[in-house]
């Protein structure tokens, strides 16, 4: 059983940092594209970012970019999102993916649908 738990959430200031994690099992953790969405009050989910394999590429949407960064240790079946230079409109429910990297995965790295796995998500409120 195939089970992605993320923790790290909090209410945060204007400005501040918070680093989410996501621990992963009952997967083979290396064989798997890891991604970070997101989904705001009365907001479809949205993606913010995926990394292919530990030390390889990794992609940040545009509102994230230069302020969040997703990293991963596949040995502790875990990725991370350190988050600086937070904003109110970051507030949001932060969830960990997973997506098998099999067959044309890189079509569908920053879609819902692409992925295999979900986790419960983690509340991220930033005040003002």
């Known amino acids: 059983q195939v089970q992605l738990v993320e923790s790290g959430g909090g209410l945060v200031q204007a400005g501040d940092s918070l680093r989410l994690s996501c621990e992963a099992s009952?997967?083979?953790?290396?064989?798997?594209?890891m991604a970070w969405f997101r989904q705001a009050p009365g907001k479809e989910r949205e993606f913010v970012a995926y990394?292919?394999?530990?030390?390889?590429?990794?992609f940040h949407a545009d509102s994230v970019k230069g302020r969040f960064t997703i990293s991963r240790e596949d040995a502790k079946k875990a990725v991370y999102l350190q988050m600086n230079s937070l904003k109110p409109e970051d507030t949001a429910v932060y969830y960990c993916?997973?997506?098998?990297?099999?067959?044309?995965?890189?079509?569908?790295?920053?879609?819902?649908?692409?992925?295999?796995?979900w986790g419960q998500g983690t509340q991220v409120t930033v005040a003002e």
């Open positions: 990394s292919l394999w530990s030390g390889g590429m990794t």
């Open positions: 993916a997973a997506q098998a990297r099999s067959g044309d995965y890189y079509k569908r790295l920053q879609k819902q649908d692409g992925y295999d796995y």
């Open positions: 009952g997967l083979t953790f290396s064989n798997y594209v």
